[in-house]
C-alpha cells in the first residue's frame, strides 16, 4: 500500500515522575513490520500508547512523525494483548463498531467479508463469550482491518494464544495487513524472528536495530535462519539488562 | 402493704431475682403492682391487642380480604409508578453526571446533601402540596429510590475497562456515540444492583406517604386499624406488604439477572 508511511519516533518518557525510557529513536518502515522486543517493564508498551495517541497521562519529550508529514490522528488502529471486544454486541457489530463510535454508515459487505476472511462465517451471530481466545483475536483482527486504516500497531496481540493458534494467527495477520505500516510490541523472540521486516531490541540501555532472517515475511518457523535469529533475540534478552 | 412504685434499686431486683415471687402475686390476682405489669409482658402471652396470634391474623387476613387487597393495589401502584419515574430520572441524572464534569462538580454535592434531607420529613410537605392523592406517594418512592440508583448507575458508567476506551480513542469515537455503544451497555450489571436495592425501599417511600395523610393504601389501612385496635388487621397489612415488597424484589432481580445475562450470550 503506497500510502503507508514511516514513523519516527523520538524522545523520552516519564509517568508521574517516574523515567520510563532514556531519549531512543524508533523507525518505523513504511508498509512493513517492525517488530520491537522486549523483557517487561522496559517501556515498549508506552512507546506504543504514546504512537497510538493514548498517553495523556505519559510526558513525552520528544517528536512522532510520519514520512508524509501529515498527522497521525484518524490513521491508526491498535490490536491489544486484550481483545477489547463488547461482550454485548455479536461478531459482525464487534467488527463495525468503529464505525458506530464515529457515527458512520456501516458498509455490511466489506464487514461480511472480513468475517469471511478471518474465517468465523459460521460465528457471524455470536457474542464474544461464545468464542475461543483464538476466535475472539480474530474477530479483534478483523476488526482492526475494518478500519481500513494504513499503520496498524499490534500490543502483542497473540501472546495469550496456545502455538498452535498464535503461529496461525501470525500467518493470517501477515497476509492480512500486508502493505501496511505495522509495529509490533512482543516478548516473544520467536515472532519477531518470523514477522520482523525489521528488528529492534529494547533494553534498559536503549534500542539495538538487529538483522533479521533474509528471507521475506511472513517465514516458516523452522527455517535454520529464523531459529538462528530467535536464539540471537533471546540471548541478547537474557544478556542486558 | 406494699407502695403502688417500687424504689428503682428494688425493680432492678426484682427483674432478676423475684419472678417466681411475681409468678405468685398473678395468682393472687394483685395487678397493681407495677414490676408485675412488666413481667406479664415479658413472660407472659401479652394480651392480643398487643401481639394478636398467628391465627387471628390469618383469620383478619382472609376475613378482610377484598378490604386489603384494594389497599395493596393502590400501594403497588403508587411503588411502581415510584420506582419507574426514579429510575428513569436517575438514569437520565447519572448519564448527565458521565458526560459533564462540570454537572459531576456542581450537582453531585448536590445530590449528596439532599440524601442529609431526610425524606421521611418530606412527606408532610409533599402532602401540603400536592393532596392526599397519590402523587406524593410516588414522589416519596421516587425520591427514596432516586439516589441509590443514581449512584450505582453512575458508578458503573465511570468504570467502563480501560481498553475498550482507548481502542474508541484511537477510532476517533464520538463522546455520545462512546455513551452509548460502551459505556452504558458496560454499566447494565451495576444498574441492575441499584434496582435491587431501589425493589425494597420503593415501598417504604410509598408507606411513609401515606402515614402522613391518605385515604387509601397499606400504609393508611395499617394506621386505621391501629387507631381501632384492630391490631390483627394491621399485622394482617404488615404482611401483606412484606410479601408484596419481596415478590416484587424478586421480579425485579429476575428481570435483571435474565436482562444482564441475555445481554452478554
Known sequence: MSNSPALHFHGSATIAGTPIFDPLDLDIAA??????????????????????????????????????????????????????????????????????????????????????????????????????????????????????????????PFSALDAKIRAEMQELAARLFAGKTVCLITHDPGEAARLGDVIFVMNLTGLHSITPPSSPVIRPYDAPDVLACQGQLLRLLRETP | MRPMFWPVRDSFCGCFVKRHDARASHRRGDNANPVFMAYSCRFDRPACFILPSPARVGLALFGNFELIAHHASVTMAEVMIGLLLGTFLGVVTAISLALSPIARVVVRPMMVLSQALPV??????????????????????????????????????????????????????????????????????????????????????????????????????????????????????????????????????????????RQQA
Open chain 1, 31 to 156: 508498509g512493513k513490520w517492525t517488530c520491537l522486543l522486549g523483557a517487561s517493564g522496559v517501556g515498549k508498551t508506552t512507546v506504543l500508547r504514546l504512537l497510538a495517541g493514548l498517553g495523556d497521562h505519559i510526558d513525552h519529550v520528544g517528536s512522532i512523525a510520519a514520512s508524509d508529514g501529515q498527522s497521525l490522528a484518524g490513521r491508526i488502529s491498535l490490536m491489544a494483548q486484550t481483545d477489547n471486544l463488547m461482550p454485548w454486541l455479536d461478531v459482525f457489530d464487534n467488527i463495525a463498531i468503529g464505525n458506530r463510535l464515529r457515527g458512520d454508515a456501516v458498509d455490511g459487505d466489506r464487514a461480511e467479508r472480513l468475517i469471511d476472511q478471518v474465517g468465523l462465517t459460521a460465528h457471524r451471530h455470536k457474542k464474544p463469550n461464545a468464542l475461543s481466545g483464538g476466535q475472539r483475536q480474530r474477530v479483534a483482527l478483523a476488526r482492526t482491518l475494518m478500519e481500513g486504516r494504513p499503520i496498524v500497531l499490534l500490543d502483542e
Open chain 2, 120 to 261: 421521611f420529613a418530606l412527606a408532610p410537605v409533599l402532602t401540603l402540596w400536592l393532596g392526599y392523592g397519590l402523587w406524593p406517594k410516588i414522589i416519596m418512592a421516587l425520591l427514596i429510590i432516586y439516589f441509590p440508583v443514581t449512584s450505582a448507575f453512575f458508578d458503573g458508567l465511570m468504570q467502563t475497562p480501560r481498553g475498550m476506551l482507548d481502542q474508541a480513542k484511537v477510532m476517533q469515537a464520538r463522546p455520545w456515540q462512546i455513551m452509548r455503544y460502551i459505556r452504558i451497555p458496560a454499566a447494565i450489571p451495576a444498574l441492575a444492583s441499584g434496582l435491587r436495592l431501589a425493589a425494597v425501599y420503593a415501598p417504604i417511600g410509598a408507606i411513609i406517604g401515606e402515614w402522613v395523610g391518605a385515604s387509601q393504601g397499606l400504609g393508611y389501612l395499617m394506621l386505621l386499624a391501629n387507631g381501632r385496635a384492630k391490631i390483627d388487621l394491621m399485622f394482617a397489612a404488615l404482611i401483606v406488604l412484606a410479601v408484596l415488597t419481596l415478590l416484587l424484589h424478586a421480579s425485579v432481580d429476575r428481570l435483571c439477572s435474565y436482562v444482564v445475562r
